[in-house]
């Protein structure tokens, strides 16, 4: 099995193939044009028997990753962490070529065996694609809705009323009679800035009527769980996507950062804070926590119990998140199992 290590560029993408033993066979340095596929494939006719490692498969190399995916490649994602601490130990330095960097991403990927396997994009990236534009949405509401509150506070007597939405602000604004020039811009800026806020809460429903029919096409029952809502269910899937390979609920936990970091040394037992995994995923498990814990129900019981134990607010929290990691975890597999009886 010849393993082809490939470091992608926006120009250029640079290609290493190394055999079992991790001897180089070849090189190919590929410019990035619509060609690039069809005559990396001719060079790698020459071993029928063949295995492709990317360096960020999704990112700079996310385009090469799903064309070799579709065409039932086997592909996996090398990170590209991982393969900068294989050029440290191999020259000891920072040194680099693209054609080293190809041949320590094929080293890489000869070692390790669990990397993450590159899977033909579905409707989980769409749910991605959604969200992020979710997010982008309401950042720029936010930004424009603040900038608008800030206007109003000069044009107003007392400023503009909490909980400020656009008819709120419209509402507001046509009381406003300018008396100097510099007021009659304040208006003019502000009827702009409304104008972008009607813009973005259209677009923001929009996109959430459009995650509503990709999140339906899953037949997903996350949104069973009290405080996963469409957009976290969502954000979910999108994130997680083929939730098989994570093998237990443990390794779920630590890939969305809700599993405490073992930091034991000799005698002394501890552990502390685990500040990496999936953020996305992370804030995700904090928000359903809040919620279950504001409302009656068996995530409340949970967390006054952890406060009975003598637990502070933040570590009971800590502990429900961690709980609600494998309540999700065990809806995702169970969805996934009953596709499978169901496309059997």
């Known amino acids: 099995m010849i393993l082809i290590g490939i470091d992608p560029h926006k120009s250029s993408h640079t290609a290493v193939a190394i055999d079992p033993a991790g001897h180089q066979t070849g090189q190919h340095r590929f410019a990035v044009n619509a060609g690039t596929f069809r ?35 086997n592909v996996v994602d090398v990170p590209s962490t991982l393969s900068a601490r294989a050029r440290l130990l191999a020259t000891g330095g920072d040194r680099k070529t693209d054609a080293a960097d190809a041949l ?11 990397l993450r396997p590159v899977e033909p994009e579905d409707q989980t990236t769409i749910l991605r694609l959604l969200t992020e534009r979710h997010d982008d949405l309401v950042h ?27 008819d709120k602000a419209a509402a507001a604004m046509k009381t ?44 997903t029952t996350l949104t069973t769980l009290p405080g996963l809502g469409t957009v976290l269910a969502a954000k979910v899937l999108g994130h997680v996507g083929d939730v098989s390979r994570f093998p237990t609920e443990h390794h779920f936990a630590s890939y969305t950062g809700s599993a405490p970091l073992d930091a034991s040394s000799g005698n002394n037992v501890r552990h502390r804070l685990n500040t ?14 809040v919620c279950q814990i504001r409302d009656s129900g068996r995530g409340q019981e949970y967390y006054l119990r952890k406060i009975a134990e003598g ?34």
């Not at 005559?39 to 190399?61: N, T, V, Y």
């Not at 320590?104 to 669990?114: E, G, S, T, Y």
């Not at 304040?186 to 009607?198: M, N, S």
């Not at 995923?281 to 904090?286: G, T």
Request: hydrophobic share 40%.
């Open 39 to 73: 005559r990396l494939m001719r060079w790698c006719e020459q071993w029928p028997e063949r295995r492709f490692a990317i360096e960020g498969a999704r990112g700079l190399g996310r385009t090469l990753a799903q064309q070799l995916a579709a065409a039932g490649e």
């Open 104 to 114: 320590h991403v094929a080293q890489v990927a000869l070692f390790r065996h669990d």
């Open 140 to 166: 720029e509401r936010t930004r424009v809705l603040n900038r608008l509150h800030a206007i109003l506070r000069d044009l107003l007597p007392g400023g503009a009323p909490t909980g400020l939405s656009a």
């Open 176 to 219: 406003i009679r300018p008396v100097t020039a510099t007021d009659a811009c304040r208006r003019d800026i502000a009827r702009d800035l409304l104008a972008d806020l009607r813009r973005l809460d259209r677009q923001v429903k929009e996109n959430e009527a459009e995650m509503r029919d990709a999140l339906a096409a899953t037949r």
């Open 276 to 289: 990496g995994g999936n953020r996305a995923l992370n804030s995700v498990l904090h928000i359903i926590a």
């Open 311 to 344: 637990k502070t607010p933040t570590e009971a929290r800590r502990a429900l998140k961690r709980r609600l990691s494998n309540v999700v975890y065990r809806i995702m597999k169970r969805d996934l199992r009953n596709q499978l009886a169901q496309a059997a």
